[in-house]
């Protein structure tokens, strides 16, 4: 995937951010306290502040993401580091697994 877009903003994401953060996808998610402390805050925040409805917000954090790749680079990197220190190693291997035996 390219990008995984996480509307809620009142859901932690549990166990589903870290997992895509072990997967090395980008996350666009609005700020709540919950999907920053799940994820580290190592994701892509949709600004609520600018005036712009939700969607549009969330949509534009989106652009920003795929349009920059290259601004990715250390998010990307911090949240796998993230999220294997909250799960550790054997788990994130584990989720991985799992992931692909459901997609496969």
Not at 57 to 76: E, F, R, T, W
């Amino acid at each position: 995937a390219d990008l995984f877009l996480f509307p809620s903003r009142r859901d932690s994401g549990s166990t589903l951010l870290p997992l895509v953060q072990i997967l090395r996808v980008p996350i666009v998610a609005f700020d709540t306290g919950a999907v920053s402390r799940v994820t580290g805050g190592h994701v892509r925040f949709a600004d609520l502040t600018s005036g712009q409805s939700p969607a549009v917000a969330l949509a534009q954090a989106a652009l920003d993401v795929l349009g920059n790749p290259s601004d990715n680079v250390s998010m990307l990197r911090e949240g796998h580091d993230h999220a294997r220190e909250l799960f550790g190693e054997q788990a994130a291997k584990e989720a991985i697994n799992t992931w692909y035996e459901q997609v496969a």
